[in-house]
């Protein structure tokens, strides 16, 4: 199986979990709160959404030939990519610092480092260039981010 195929087939399930997950919580019906309000809403939205992607993401790759081998997963990007993830959520977040700062460092270094991994090896280095756009793209994700959860869903960050 192609690579794109068992990763759209993970995620389909991971997103049907969370949907089965989330349409179980308590509606809490009893306290007479909003429909749009009610715990498992968002959740269950998210677990759609990835069934959606993931049964998009099998669909679109293409079927395997008889003369195809199987392609390589590339191991590394994702071993980076767990690594940075689980420091991020593990070594970051709740550690004294504000969460806008913890959040754009963290998507600093993951900009850097796979835009770094796919730079063309022909093409001068630029990495002056490359700090400076992944820096303001960092910056700019996590203050939306921040004033998204702060000021629209309420929610007081770390």
């Known amino acids: 199986m192609r690579p794109d195929r068992l990763f759209g087939a993970g995620w389909f399930a991971l997103g049907a979990a ?10 809490l019906e009893g306290l007479h709160i909003n429909p749009w309000s009610v715990p498992g809403l968002l959740p269950g939205l998210l677990g759609a959404l990835m069934m959606f992607f993931g049964a998009a993401l099998f669909l679109r790759a293409p079927a395997p030939d008889g003369a195809e081998t199987s392609s390589a997963v590339p191991s590394g990007r994702i071993w980076l990519a767990l690594a940075l993830c689980v420091g991020y959520a593990g070594g970051l977040i709740g550690h004294e610092l504000p969460f806008w700062l913890t959040s754009a460092a963290f998507m600093f270094v993951a900009i850097v480092a796979f835009r770094w991994l796919d ?8 990495l002056g260039r ?8 960092a ?14 869903f309420l929610v007081r960050l770390p």
């Open 139 to 152: 910056l700019s994700a996590s203050v939306a981010i921040s004033l998204l959860f702060q000021e629209v």
């Open 119 to 126: 730079r063309d090896a022909e093409a001068p280095a630029g």
């Open 130 to 137: 490359l700090a400076l756009e992944s820096a303001a793209i």
């Open 18 to 27: 969370v949907l089965v997950a989330s349409w179980r919580m308590d509606r």
